[in-house]
């Protein structure tokens, strides 16, 4: 089993559309969670953190389930600049352990 | 200018050669990482180094050796590249905990890539 798995994708959706990802962890003990955007040939980027509490910004909101060891990403009102492949991250306290999923593709279309 | 480059960004070689791909940043971090990534798996953790003195195996290091020539420069290098070696390899770095600021816990900044292919 992966330490972190994603559904590949990919996620079709229009313009305006809400669209969800569900992220699972395998390890107890992690406590550090992240959401990543990565465009095609490009480098990965931060999109948010997610903390215990949830987080929103702007139309993007994660949340986090530690009881089922799961993180989920909501983007509502779907732009086409949307459109990227979202890498879910999870790691420990320390921080320099950084498990990355696959990613999870995202066509946002007109 | 990019706080994180990589040099080259592509390159093509033979099975067998010695390959060595460069990372530099201007963020002042401490923490520099080597990634590889392959369609389907997702980045893949190689190397890791904390500081100029501390060096650490990742998840997949068998095949590569690394350099932190100082704190703002972290080399990767394949001593005998081989095909499965082909991939898009990125460097990152990250802030140290004792100095990271209110928000950006861990966050990691990603060189632009460099795309490497054996044959």
């Known amino acids: 089993r992966k330490e972190v798995e994603q559904d590949p994708g990919p996620f079709n959706v229009p313009e305006g559309a809400t669209v969800a990802f569900n992220c699972t962890y395998s390890?107890?003990?992690?406590?550090?969670f992240f959401w990543y955007r990565q465009d095609c040939r490009k480098e990965p980027k931060l999109l948010m953190s997610?903390?215990?509490s949830g987080n929103e910004d702007g139309r993007f909101t994660a949340q986090l389930n530690r009881a089922s060891q799961y993180i989920s990403l909501l983007i509502r009102d779907s732009k086409l600049s949307d459109s990227a492949t979202y890498l879910c991250?999870?790691?420990?306290?320390?921080?320099?352990?950084?498990?990355f999923g696959a990613g999870t593709r995202l066509f946002v279309k007109a | 200018d990019a706080d994180v480059t990589q040099t080259p960004r592509n390159r093509i070689t033979k099975t067998g050669k010695r390959i060595m791909l460069e990372c530099s940043q201007t963020?002042?971090?401490?923490?520099m990482y080597w990634y590889r990534q392959d369609p389907g798996l997702g980045l893949r953790l190689i190397y890791y180094?904390?500081?100029?003195?501390?060096?650490n195996k990742g998840e997949i290091s068998d095949g590569y050796s690394v350099s932190r020539q100082a704190q703002a420069k972290f080399s990767l290098s394949l001593e005998s590249a081989i095909p499965n070696q082909t991939a898009l390899y990125f460097c990152?770095?990250?802030?140290?905990?004792?100095?990271?600021?209110?928000?950006?816990?861990?966050?990691?900044?990603f060189g632009p890539g460099t795309r490497l292919t054996v044959l």
């Open positions: 990152a770095t990250s802030d140290s905990p004792a100095t990271r600021l209110a928000g950006s816990y861990n966050e990691q900044f």
């Open positions: 963020k002042g971090h401490d923490r």
């Open positions: 997610v903390y215990s």
């Open positions: 180094s904390f500081d100029v003195k501390d060096i």
């Open positions: 390890n107890s003990a992690s406590q550090s």
């Open positions: 991250v999870v790691g420990n306290t320390g921080g320099f352990k950084t498990i």
